[in-house]
Protein backbone atom coordinates (compact mmCIF):
# COMPACT_ATOMS: atom_id res chain seq x y z
CA UNK A 1 0.00 0.00 0.00
CA UNK A 2 1.03 3.43 -0.71
CA UNK A 3 1.97 5.89 2.43
CA UNK A 4 0.93 9.35 2.22
CA UNK A 5 2.71 11.62 4.93
CA UNK A 6 1.25 14.72 5.73
CA UNK A 7 2.70 17.87 7.45
CA UNK A 8 2.42 19.26 9.27
CA UNK A 9 -0.43 17.75 11.16
CA UNK A 10 -1.63 21.14 12.61
CA UNK A 11 -0.47 24.56 12.40
CA UNK A 12 -1.97 28.29 13.70
CA UNK A 13 -1.87 30.54 11.29
CA UNK A 14 -3.39 34.26 10.79
CA UNK A 15 -5.98 35.55 8.14
CA UNK A 16 -4.29 36.95 5.40
CA UNK A 17 -1.60 34.65 6.06
CA UNK A 18 0.26 32.11 3.16
CA UNK A 19 -0.10 28.35 4.52
CA UNK A 20 1.43 25.47 3.05
CA UNK A 21 0.92 21.92 3.42
CA UNK A 22 2.73 19.19 2.21
CA UNK A 23 2.13 15.40 1.08
CA UNK A 24 4.81 12.76 0.51
CA UNK A 25 3.87 9.81 -0.67
CA UNK A 26 5.61 6.44 -0.35
CA UNK A 27 6.09 5.51 -3.46
CA UNK A 28 5.73 7.82 -6.76
CA UNK A 29 2.19 8.04 -7.70
CA UNK A 30 2.31 10.51 -10.94
CA UNK A 31 0.26 13.60 -10.51
CA UNK A 32 -3.00 11.59 -9.10
CA UNK A 33 -3.34 13.50 -6.04
CA UNK A 34 -6.52 15.31 -4.82
CA UNK A 35 -6.50 17.41 -1.38
CA UNK A 36 -9.85 18.49 0.13
CA UNK A 37 -11.09 20.48 2.67
CA UNK A 38 -13.23 19.25 5.63
CA UNK A 39 -14.90 21.56 8.19
CA UNK A 40 -16.20 20.26 11.58
CA UNK A 41 -19.75 17.99 10.83
CA UNK A 42 -19.53 18.53 7.57
CA UNK A 43 -18.63 15.66 4.62
CA UNK A 44 -15.23 16.53 2.76
CA UNK A 45 -15.08 19.11 0.16
CA UNK A 46 -12.51 18.51 -2.92
CA UNK A 47 -10.22 21.78 -3.64
CA UNK A 48 -8.16 20.21 -6.08
CA UNK A 49 -7.48 16.97 -8.15
CA UNK A 50 -4.78 15.64 -10.57
CA UNK A 51 -2.47 17.32 -8.49
CA UNK A 52 -2.87 21.06 -9.61
CA UNK A 53 -6.34 21.18 -11.02
CA UNK A 54 -8.80 23.63 -9.46
CA UNK A 55 -12.18 22.45 -8.52
CA UNK A 56 -14.60 24.35 -10.65
CA UNK A 57 -15.82 26.82 -8.15
CA UNK A 58 -12.97 26.96 -5.17
CA UNK A 59 -11.56 30.05 -5.06
CA UNK A 60 -8.21 30.99 -6.55
CA UNK A 61 -6.11 31.54 -3.55
CA UNK A 62 -6.19 27.69 -3.28
CA UNK A 63 -3.63 26.17 -5.36
CA UNK A 64 -2.00 22.57 -5.67
CA UNK A 65 1.57 21.76 -7.30
CA UNK A 66 3.82 18.39 -7.02
CA UNK A 67 4.17 15.31 -8.65
CA UNK A 68 6.17 11.62 -8.17
CA UNK A 69 6.49 11.40 -4.63
CA UNK A 70 5.58 15.17 -3.09
CA UNK A 71 2.68 17.45 -3.36
CA UNK A 72 1.86 20.82 -1.99
CA UNK A 73 -1.21 22.89 -1.12
CA UNK A 74 -1.20 26.10 -0.89
CA UNK A 75 -3.46 28.84 0.45
CA UNK A 76 -2.12 32.46 -0.64
CA UNK A 77 -3.98 34.70 2.05
CA UNK A 78 -6.05 32.58 4.64
CA UNK A 79 -9.59 33.33 5.25
CA UNK A 80 -11.80 33.11 7.47
CA UNK A 81 -13.66 30.66 6.02
CA UNK A 82 -10.51 28.46 5.66
CA UNK A 83 -10.16 27.08 9.03
CA UNK A 84 -10.73 23.86 8.71
CA UNK A 85 -8.44 20.42 8.42
CA UNK A 86 -7.52 19.21 4.94
CA UNK A 87 -6.45 15.99 3.99
CA UNK A 88 -4.51 14.79 0.74
CA UNK A 89 -5.77 11.58 -1.32
CA UNK A 90 -3.65 9.42 -3.75
CA UNK A 91 -5.77 7.59 -6.47
CA UNK A 92 -2.61 6.05 -8.16
CA UNK A 93 -3.61 2.51 -6.98
CA UNK A 94 -5.84 0.46 -4.89
CA UNK A 95 -6.07 0.85 -1.99
CA UNK A 96 -6.48 4.69 -1.75
CA UNK A 97 -4.71 6.61 0.89
CA UNK A 98 -5.50 9.92 2.72
CA UNK A 99 -2.91 11.69 4.51
CA UNK A 100 -3.66 11.87 8.17
CA UNK A 101 -4.98 15.53 7.97
CA UNK A 102 -3.68 18.77 8.91
CA UNK A 103 -5.43 20.91 11.07
CA UNK A 104 -5.68 24.96 10.59
CA UNK A 105 -6.06 27.10 13.25
CA UNK A 106 -6.71 30.47 13.67
CA UNK A 107 -3.48 31.93 15.66
CA UNK B 1 -26.76 19.20 -9.20
CA UNK B 2 -25.17 16.69 -7.50
CA UNK B 3 -26.78 14.65 -4.77
CA UNK B 4 -26.11 11.97 -3.08
CA UNK B 5 -27.99 10.43 0.05
CA UNK B 6 -26.96 8.10 2.45
CA UNK B 7 -29.28 6.22 4.78
CA UNK B 8 -29.05 2.85 6.40
CA UNK B 9 -26.44 3.70 9.83
CA UNK B 10 -27.88 2.94 13.02
CA UNK B 11 -26.84 0.45 16.40
CA UNK B 12 -26.16 -2.65 15.55
CA UNK B 13 -24.18 -5.30 18.02
CA UNK B 14 -20.57 -6.69 17.23
CA UNK B 15 -21.22 -9.43 14.79
CA UNK B 16 -24.04 -8.18 13.37
CA UNK B 17 -24.77 -6.94 9.79
CA UNK B 18 -25.87 -3.15 8.34
CA UNK B 19 -26.96 -2.28 5.25
CA UNK B 20 -25.82 1.07 3.62
CA UNK B 21 -27.70 2.70 0.80
CA UNK B 22 -26.75 5.97 -1.03
CA UNK B 23 -29.47 7.21 -3.85
CA UNK B 24 -28.09 9.17 -6.49
CA UNK B 25 -29.70 12.03 -8.31
CA UNK B 26 -28.19 15.17 -10.86
CA UNK B 27 -26.09 13.33 -12.84
CA UNK B 28 -26.13 10.20 -15.15
CA UNK B 29 -25.12 7.49 -12.37
CA UNK B 30 -24.66 4.74 -14.63
CA UNK B 31 -21.54 6.64 -16.49
CA UNK B 32 -19.18 6.61 -12.85
CA UNK B 33 -17.29 4.77 -10.71
CA UNK B 34 -18.28 5.09 -7.05
CA UNK B 35 -16.99 5.24 -3.80
CA UNK B 36 -17.19 4.59 -0.10
CA UNK B 37 -15.38 6.63 2.60
CA UNK B 38 -15.33 6.59 6.22
CA UNK B 39 -14.39 8.15 8.73
CA UNK B 40 -14.05 7.43 12.23
CA UNK B 41 -15.16 9.43 15.70
CA UNK B 42 -12.23 11.96 15.99
CA UNK B 43 -10.39 10.49 13.39
CA UNK B 44 -8.98 11.06 9.61
CA UNK B 45 -10.83 9.84 6.44
CA UNK B 46 -10.33 6.21 5.65
CA UNK B 47 -11.12 4.73 1.90
CA UNK B 48 -13.26 1.97 2.12
CA UNK B 49 -14.15 0.71 -1.54
CA UNK B 50 -14.88 1.31 -5.45
CA UNK B 51 -17.18 0.29 -7.91
CA UNK B 52 -16.55 0.77 -11.69
CA UNK B 53 -19.47 2.15 -13.54
CA UNK B 54 -20.63 -1.38 -14.77
CA UNK B 55 -20.62 -3.31 -11.29
CA UNK B 56 -17.74 -5.30 -12.52
CA UNK B 57 -14.80 -4.41 -10.75
CA UNK B 58 -14.82 -3.67 -7.38
CA UNK B 59 -11.76 -2.73 -4.69
CA UNK B 60 -11.93 -2.19 -1.03
CA UNK B 61 -9.38 -1.98 1.73
CA UNK B 62 -7.72 -5.26 3.79
CA UNK B 63 -9.38 -3.93 7.06
CA UNK B 64 -12.81 -5.19 5.57
CA UNK B 65 -12.39 -7.68 2.91
CA UNK B 66 -14.13 -10.88 3.21
CA UNK B 67 -16.93 -8.72 5.48
CA UNK B 68 -18.15 -5.42 3.17
CA UNK B 69 -19.38 -5.65 0.06
CA UNK B 70 -19.70 -2.70 -2.37
CA UNK B 71 -22.51 -3.19 -4.95
CA UNK B 72 -24.96 -0.94 -7.21
CA UNK B 73 -27.81 -0.97 -9.30
CA UNK B 74 -27.99 1.62 -12.24
CA UNK B 75 -31.81 1.26 -12.87
CA UNK B 76 -32.51 2.72 -9.59
CA UNK B 77 -29.24 5.35 -9.18
CA UNK B 78 -28.10 3.29 -6.14
CA UNK B 79 -25.11 2.44 -4.12
CA UNK B 80 -25.13 -0.24 -1.68
CA UNK B 81 -22.33 -1.35 1.12
CA UNK B 82 -23.24 -4.37 2.57
CA UNK B 83 -21.59 -5.07 6.02
CA UNK B 84 -21.23 -7.82 8.11
CA UNK B 85 -19.40 -9.75 10.79
CA UNK B 86 -19.26 -5.85 11.81
CA UNK B 87 -16.73 -4.60 14.50
CA UNK B 88 -16.40 -1.74 17.22
CA UNK B 89 -13.50 -0.46 14.92
CA UNK B 90 -16.29 -0.12 12.17
CA UNK B 91 -18.05 2.28 14.10
CA UNK B 92 -17.65 5.64 11.30
CA UNK B 93 -19.43 7.95 9.65
CA UNK B 94 -19.89 6.37 6.07
CA UNK B 95 -20.02 8.83 2.67
CA UNK B 96 -20.65 7.60 -0.69
CA UNK B 97 -18.78 9.81 -3.15
CA UNK B 98 -19.16 10.35 -7.08
CA UNK B 99 -15.79 9.07 -9.02
CA UNK B 100 -13.36 6.39 -8.69
CA UNK B 101 -10.22 8.49 -8.61
CA UNK B 102 -9.88 11.66 -6.23
CA UNK B 103 -14.43 11.59 -5.64
CA UNK B 104 -15.67 14.89 -6.46
CA UNK B 105 -18.85 15.06 -4.69
CA UNK B 106 -20.06 13.77 -1.69
CA UNK B 107 -23.34 12.68 0.76
CA UNK B 108 -23.25 14.05 3.95
CA UNK B 109 -22.93 10.48 5.83
CA UNK B 110 -24.29 8.14 7.48
CA UNK B 111 -23.57 7.02 10.68
CA UNK B 112 -22.71 3.52 12.07
CA UNK B 113 -22.64 2.66 15.60
CA UNK B 114 -21.14 -1.00 16.40
CA UNK B 115 -21.40 -1.30 20.30
CA UNK B 116 -22.70 -3.89 22.89
Known amino acids: DIQMTQSPSSLSASVGDRVTITCRASQGIRNDLGWYQQKPGKAPKRLIY???SLQSGVPSRFSGSGSGTEFILAISSLQPEDFATYYC?????????FGQGTKVEIK | EVQLVESGGGLVQPGGSLRLSCAAS????????MTWVRQAPGKGLEWVANIKPDGSDKYCVDSVRGRFTISRDNAKNSLYLQMNSLRVDDTAMYYCATGGGAPASWGQGTLVTVSS
Open chain 2, 26 to 33: GFTFSNYW
Open chain 1, 89 to 97: LQNNSFPRT
Open chain 1, 50 to 52: AAS
